[in-house]
T-cell receptor, first 116, second 113 residues
């Protein structure tokens, strides 16, 4: 079984400040991890993903995340927030069993507010 | 959200009515999924289809049925709608390979009165 916990349902930062959205996972196999972003009235869009290899992954719009196996974490960061970053962010883990359709388990989401 | 088209975008039903959410993808990928999104609960998998002709239950399948009509189309049916099925529904297609990356439709907002 796999699960994802996102700490903080709402995070508020000032424009230009560091963004840190927390995600911890539980998985019985080496995980594939994802961050998705959802803007109002839209579907989710992939922000970045970790599969294998380098543990620091870079995504779109200046976001990055670091896979830390010892801490079972995959926190999302951005050095300087922009107003356009205001959205809801979802962390997800894949069960990635070979030969079958991978099913993602999502966290409950963190709504990011960016203030002037 | 290019590649996944779902209809209708909005629907209001009365308890006990039935309806079908339609979904089509144009990326020629094998796997397709239906998720529902509810405030504070994230997204939960209803059903998925690993390939044409196969379907499997997800986390919350009760009250729903699906049909994988062909490789492009994957529909979700509510036979007798209940207020608990008020939600936003997303049709999703899987990416190439087995990385787990998903591509979402724009969603269908369903209200059951």
């Amino acid at each position: 079984a796999q699960s994802v916990t996102q700490l903080g349902s709402h995070v508020s930062v000032s424009e230009g400040a560091l963004v840190l959205l927390r995600c911890n996972y539980s998985s019985s196999v080496p995980p594939y991890l994802f961050w998705y972003v959802q803007y109002p009235n839209q579907g989710l869009q992939l922000l970045l993903k970790y599969t294998t290899g380098a543990t620091l992954v870079k995504g779109i719009n200046g976001f990055e995340a670091e896979f830390k196996k010892s801490e079972t974490s995959f926190h999302l960061t951005k050095p300087s927030a922009h107003m356009s970053d205001a959205a809801e962010y979802f962390c997800a883990v894949s069960d990635k069993r070979p030969g079958t359709a991978s099913k993602l388990t999502f966290g409950t989401g963190t709504r990011l507010q960016v203030t002037l | 959200n290019a590649g996944v088209t779902q209809t209708p975008k909005f629907q209001v039903l009365k308890t006990g009515q039935s309806m079908t959410l339609q979904c089509a993808q144009d990326m020629n990928h094998n796997s397709m999924y239906w998720y529902r999104q509810d405030p504070g609960m994230g997204l939960r998998l209803i059903y998925y289809s690993a390939s044409e002709g196969t379907t499997d239950k997800g986390e919350v399948p009760n009250g729903y049925n699906v049909s994988r009509l062909n490789k492009r189309e994957f529909s979700l049916r509510l036979e007798s709608a209940a207020p608990s099925q008020t939600s936003v529904y997303f049709c999703v297609q899987g990416g190439q390979g087995n990385t787990g990356e998903l591509f979402f439709g724009e969603g269908s907002r369903l209200t059951v009165l």
